[in-house]
């Protein structure tokens, strides 16, 4: 066997092997995240709302908060480490955040769904086998992107171009730093509290 063949085969047994199939545990605890983010986020919409006004010379820089939206599903990917951690925590998320009611109405679940894809993709590159902070910055960012794209095409359709690239930059910034980082640093800190036994994440 080649060595590229042999490296595939690897590959493939990391992402898809006994290693990687889903627990009842990992079920449960992915609903938990869910669920939990999914207030988070639902309070966010009122944060955003509510500091909508302190933005309005420039609009765009409202976006240096916007990375608490895009935690969800690089921090279920981070702590359950299985493919599809990171779609499945993001959707849930999304989901609790439209129960609860949210000004963008069912769309969250479609924002979700594409924001849980992404760094769902990034995990997948790596084989489900780096979870550093890098990784997890990259996969916040790559998340970001969803929102830096879809936002301008659907709400700030209305505004010049330059102020729809410095949301887009500031969109994927706040992601990488709120999202990437803080899923991060918080993984750490369940993983040293003892409450992430049952993962390999427990390992920090």
């Not at 929102?147 to 709400?155: G, S, T």
């Not at 010049?160 to 750490?188: D, E, F, K, N």
Request: aromatic content about 10%; cysteine-free.
């Amino acid at each position: 066997m080649k060595r590229n063949d042999t490296a595939k085969t690897g590959f493939r047994r990391d992402v898809f092997g006994h290693r990687r199939r889903w627990r009842t545990v990992d079920i449960v605890v992915a609903a938990v995240i869910g669920v939990a983010v999914g207030v988070v986020f639902w309070l966010w919409n009122i944060v955003w709302t509510a500091t909508t006004p302190l933005f309005v010379g420039f609009p765009p820089a409202q976006a240096v908060i916007y990375g608490m939206w895009l935690i969800s599903g690089v921090l279920g990917g981070l702590i359950i480490r299985k493919p599809g951690a990171a779609l499945l925590t993001s959707i849930a998320a999304a989901s609790v955040s439209a129960v609860l009611g949210t000004q963008w109405g069912i769309m969250v679940i479609l924002d979700g769904t594409l924001q849980g894809i992404l760094p769902e993709l990034v995990f997948l590159a790596f084989g489900y086998r780096r979870w550093g902070m890098g990784v997890a910055v990259l996969a916040a960012a790559v998340a970001g992107l969803s929102p830096a794209i879809r936002d301008n095409i659907a709400y700030n359709v209305t505004w010049p171009l330059h102020y729809q690239i410095v949301y887009g930059v500031i969109v994927v910034i706040s992601a990488a730093v709120i999202a990437g980082v803080g899923a991060r640093v918080l993984t750490t800190a369940l993983a040293r509290s003892g409450v992430l036994a049952s993962f390999p994440s427990a390992k920090g």
